[in-house]
């Protein structure tokens, strides 16, 4: 269950140039497993101050950890940032809000 405190400590002491989406993408990841939604959500907000955009894994793997706790307006609001940013819409992010619905 602690894996993803682990994973935001390693994030944590790498460098700020040495981040990136796939790096935060684990990250997120981490945190959806262990169903920490809000932490997700926390990195997806960092994003500006290390000089990243969110992509389309990204935000797929944040709708995911809103999936898991059913906050479905927050899956929502990510798949509608997916929409609006022109990004790619995939069916993991698509299934997972729907799913975040259904809770």
Do not use: P, Y
């Not at 796939?22 to 497993?33: D, F, G, H, R």
């Not at 990204?58 to 609006?84: D, F, N, P, V, Y």
């Amino acid at each position: 269950g602690g894996e993803w405190t682990a994973s935001l400590a390693l994030l944590g002491t790498m460098e700020k140039r040495s981040r990136n989406t796939i790096t935060i993408s684990a990250a997120v990841s981490a945190c959806e497993k262990a169903g920490e939604w809000t932490q997700a959500l926390e990195l997806l907000r960092e994003l500006g101050e290390w000089k990243l955009e969110a992509d389309t894994v990204l935000l797929s793997a944040a709708i995911s950890a809103c999936e898991k706790r059913g906050e479905w307006t927050a899956a929502l609001a990510l798949l509608h940032q997916i929409g609006e940013s022109r990004l790619e819409m995939n069916t993991v992010a698509c299934n997972a809000a729907i799913s975040a619905c259904e809770k």
